[in-house]
């Protein structure tokens, strides 16, 4: 198969959070992109809704508490609140949280 070299522009921040993002899953921000594109394809498009509309969970008639987490997580965004994520220094570990029963 040949190959093309496929370039993009990104400001320094951007490139940074991608090379740490994809490092913390054990992948290169190239591998990371690579894989992004092999499921547009495999999809035809997007997996997942893209659109400007702002989600609007008003008349999804969500339970309470989700309603609540959503409300906390978007606080929690904005700085509004303290951020009460559990910070994940290992993930292997973390994994092994969830898994192992």
Do not use: C
């Amino acid at each position: 198969m040949s190959t093309i070299q496929f370039g993009i522009r990104l400001d320094k921040k951007e490139k940074q959070e991608l090379d740490d993002n994809a490092k913390q899953i054990g992948l290169t921000a190239a591998t990371a992109v690579k894989m992004l594109i092999s499921q547009f394809n495999h999809d035809k498009g997007f997996s997942y809704p893209v659109n400007r509309k702002e989600t609007d969970t008003s008349d999804t008639n969500l339970p309470s508490e989700v309603e609540k987490a959503i409300v906390i997580a978007k606080a929690e965004e904005l700085g509004l609140i303290k951020d009460s994520s559990i910070k994940v220094d290992n993930l292997d570990d973390w994994k092994k949280r969830w898994t192992e029963n």
